[in-house]
């Protein structure tokens, strides 16, 4: 089976722009959640999708959004990006309450 | 209010060494889970071992095995005959299992350990 696939794997977006980031699960997962992994606040969740539907929310703004799509695959949105947004993100896929696995993460860098 | 502490930065032990990863949570759920991950510097996230606040015996995956005191809300790992590739970061992680948590996961701040030769 193919793992979790993130693209894009490296992203440069300057300050105030926007960026789409994909999330392509495991074959037969249904659960799609993506987290922020930052040197100062660690691994952040940022919220979950299950069947198209978010399911859990993390604590981050309104600029973080995401959609899951009738085959599971999955975006997460930023907005008006800022330097602070600087970070790994990673996708997540599980078949349900099982271990989370997890894609090789998309690097953004806002300057 | 952080609910996973792992309160050792670095680790250090010699190949074919055991070495223990300390871990310890905060939750006032009776049902939860407890997970540890494997982070090398090429940044993908691996699982390596899982166990439920119901089970009794502790978790065994080759030779990670799992440390789980209950009363003491620790969650230790243990890895038998360290080898070299297994230089990383490590992350405990607990999901509570109430309707609204989902599968969302709340992370320890990482253990990085070197194996040397």
């Known amino acids: 089976k193919a793992g979790v696939t993130q693209t894009p794997r490296y992203l440069i977006k300057t300050r105030g722009q926007q960026v789409t980031l994909s999330c392509s699960p495991i074959?037969?997962?249904?659960?799609v959640s993506w987290y922020q992994q930052t040197p100062g606040q660690g691994l952040q969740f940022l919220f979950e999708?299950?069947?198209?539907?978010?399911?859990n929310k993390g604590n981050f703004p309104g600029r973080f959004s995401g959609r899951q799509f009738s085959n599971s695959r999955s975006e997460m949105n930023v907005s008006t990006l800022e330097l602070g947004d600087s970070a790994l993100y990673l996708c997540?896929?599980?078949?349900?309450?099982?271990?989370?696995?997890f894609g090789n993460g998309t690097r953004l860098t806002v300057t | 209010a952080q609910k996973i502490t792992q309160t050792q930065p670095g680790m250090f032990v010699q190949e074919k060494e055991a070495v223990t990863l300390d871990c310890t949570y905060d939750?006032?759920?009776?049902?939860?889970?407890l997970f540890w991950y494997k982070q090398p510097s090429s940044g993908e996230m691996i699982f390596l071992i899982y166990?439920?606040?119901?089970?009794?015996q502790n978790a065994t995956e080759g030779r990670y095995s799992l440390n789980f005191q209950k009363a003491r809300k620790s969650a230790n790992l243990v890895i038998s005959a360290s080898q070299l590739g297994d230089s990383a970061m490590y992350f405990c992680?607990?999901?509570?299992?109430?309707?609204?948590?989902?599968?969302?996961?709340?992370f320890g701040k990482g253990t990085t350990l070197s194996v040397s030769s």
């Open positions: 992680a607990m999901r509570e299992d109430s309707n609204q948590a989902g599968t969302a996961l709340i």
């Open positions: 999708y299950f069947s198209e539907t978010q399911r």
């Open positions: 074959s037969g997962h249904r659960s």
């Open positions: 997540a896929s599980s078949p349900g309450n099982s271990p989370l696995h």
């Open positions: 939750t006032s759920d009776q049902s939860y889970g």
């Open positions: 166990q439920g606040s119901y089970d009794e």
